[in-house]
């Protein structure tokens, strides 16, 4: 294990050669690794000691091209990452490129990273110039996300757009969609599609949409703001890249629907004109729930949004089952200081368990409502509604007073207590 010394050393607060017994600044040792007080001496030891994964991806050309290269991204279970763009002119021709890192996990969450440059080619020579063939770049950062998803990071496949791709912000949505996809085919239930920047340019151009409302249409593409990332959606049924405005259907919460949901919460929820029901679904064609720009919170159901009281499938076989479980985000929501983590770590939960009954597995009651994470809050609710046969309670009755997990019903979601 390391000492704080030895990372002190590493991080440049202390003197090298060391001297002995000289004073190291905890406080300081905290800033340096990206630690906001309060610190826990547990927090600053998950900094220190630390694993490291580096992901290498070649840049693929067609035969004829010159252009090549190659992109190292290391992560590092603090949350700090290094990448590397390498490109290289090997022909006549000088070229223009836009390269993309976009690195992936199974759970749809993506992080991404953009380098443009210019290299020469042989046309380039002069009787006192040489071609520029190599162009390299280097950034270094710190994502807090990154720490909070190490155990599917280290799992992640890192993807190099073509240098034909398309450029702007059309090709940067045409290209993650598609790294999202290729995930979402081998992946258990799907995956959605959470978009955060590495690095200057790619969180430049996340930062400059310019969407005129919660959300927009971009390449075909629906593309929400969460914060500093973005969560790509599309209407049910239809295919990446061909959706359009016109297609999207939004409704605020109807009072049938309200009354219904009162049943479970109570008054806990936000008023109705402030929950949006659409028929958009993540890329993976799952449901999710976000905040919008506009202080209204988005229930993204899919095919359920055009009854949702009487829609049912094979993970969700109650009546309104899930319209129940989008429900408990939104209360999620409105109860907590709402972080672009909260919509990551939901849908990292959504996709790493199998899709059924068994979906999010939580345990025996006792723990505190806030031990369980935001998708097995869910779960406990939505079970507790349809009365859904667990370990626990092999024999059940929809919305049972007596179930063993009524209390956090009455305790935590009538109350609005987290």
């Not at 050669?17 to 905890?26: E, F, G, R, W």
């Not at 990273?113 to 770049?137: F, I, K």
């Not at 993650?176 to 979402?184: E, F, M, Q, T, W």
């Amino acid at each position: 294990m390391k000492s704080f010394r030895e990372a002190a050393i590493r991080e440049g607060l202390s003197r090298i050669p060391p001297v002995p017994d000289s004073p190291i600044s905890a406080r300081k040792l905290a800033q340096r690794v990206g630690l906001n007080p309060p610190v826990t001496f547990t927090d600053l030891i998950a900094m220190i000691e630390f694993e490291e994964q580096t992901f290498h991806g070649n840049l693929v050309t067609p035969t004829g091209t010159a252009l090549g290269g190659s992109v190292d991204l290391t992560l590092r279970s603090n949350g700090k990452f290094d990448i590397q763009f390498h490109i290289h002119d090997s022909g006549i021709p000088d070229y223009d490129f836009q390269v993309r890192a976009i690195f992936t996990t199974s759970g749809g969450l993506v992080f991404v990273s953009q380098y443009n440059g210019h290299v020469e080619g042989t046309e380039s020579t002069s009787l006192t110039h040489a071609p520029n063939r190599d162009s390299n770049h280097q950034e270094s950062g710190i994502n807090p996300l990154i720490r909070a998803n190490w155990l599917e990071i280290k799992k992640g496949q890192l993807w190099i757009t073509k240098e034909y791709s398309a450029t702007g912000l059309s090709g940067f949505v045409q290209d993650v969609a598609k790294a999202v996809l290729d995930v979402a085919a081998i992946s258990v239930g799907g995956a959605l599609g959470v978009v955060i920047g590495l690095g200057t340019e790619a969180s430049q151009l996340l930062r400059g949409l310019g969407l005129d409302g919660p959300f927009g249409v971009i390449a075909g593409v629906v593309v929400f703001v969460a914060g500093g990332s973005i969560v790509m959606a599309i209407v049910a049924g239809a295919a990446v890249g061909s959706v359009t405005n016109a297609m999207i259907r939004q409704r605020e919460l109807s009072p049938q629907e309200s009354a219904f949901a009162a049943r479970i919460f109570g008054g806990s929820l936000p008023p109705a004109n402030q929950i949006v029901l659409t028929n958009l679904s993540g890329l993976g064609g799952r449901a999710f729930t976000i905040p919008g720009a506009d202080e209204k919170i988005y229930v993204n159901l899919g095919n359920a949004f055009y009854e949702p009281l009487q829609y049912h499938s094979d993970s969700y076989p109650t009546h309104g089952q899930v319209l129940i479980h989008e429900l408990v985000h939104v209360w999620q929501i409105k109860h907590n200081t709402f972080l672009p983590g909260t919509v990551c770590a939901s849908i990292v939960n959504q996709a790493n368990n199998i899709v059924g009954q068994s979906v999010y597995v939580y345990g025996p009651p006792g723990p505190a409502w806030g031990n369980f994470n935001l998708e097995a809050q869910a779960a406990i609710v939505d079970q507790w509604f349809a009365g859904t046969k667990t370990v626990v309670v092999p024999n059940r009755t929809p919305m049972d007073g007596n179930d063993p997990y009524f209390g956090y019903i009455r305790d935590n979601i009538r109350n609005g207590q987290t």
